[in-house]
């Protein structure tokens, strides 16, 4: 069995910093992908970033050049530092990995509970 937890939200006023962290542990052959989504209220959730276990990165549009994410391999970790936060930030932030607990089956999507980032203006 996998279970990740995440860390780190909280309230921050706009323009400030917030950095997410996020462990995997359990049953652990390899991880593949890991990375952020989010979902605001009324909203359908949304990639925020992904990072492959080469280092490969993608962000949203809407994030390039704020949020930055990185992985601790040794540590089956990822973090999301983010500045210059936005309230349009304001969301439920969800790690994920594609976690492989056997070389002899496919790796599958696992997910955090979320926390919460809130942004005032």
């Known amino acids: 069995q996998v279970q990740l937890v995440e860390s780190g939200g909280g309230l921050v006023q706009a323009g400030g910093s917030l950095r997410l962290s996020c462990t995997a542990s359990?049953?652990?052959?390899?991880?593949?992908?890991m990375g952020w989504y989010r979902q605001a209220p009324g909203k359908q959730r949304e990639l925020v970033a992904a990072?492959?276990?080469?280092?490969?990165?993608n962000y949203a549009d809407s994030v390039k050049g704020r949020f930055t994410i990185s992985r601790d391999n040794a540590k089956n970790m990822v973090y999301l530092q983010m500045s210059s936060l936005k309230p349009d930030d304001t969301a439920v932030y969800y790690c994920?990995?594609?976690?492989?607990?056997?070389?002899?089956?496919?790796?599958?999507?696992?997910w955090g509970q979320g926390t919460q980032v809130t942004v005032s203006s």
């Open positions: 359990g049953s652990i052959f390899s991880i593949n992908d």
């Open positions: 994920y990995a594609q976690i492989q607990i056997s070389k002899l089956l496919p790796p599958g999507n696992s």
């Open positions: 990072i492959t276990s080469g280092g490969l990165i």
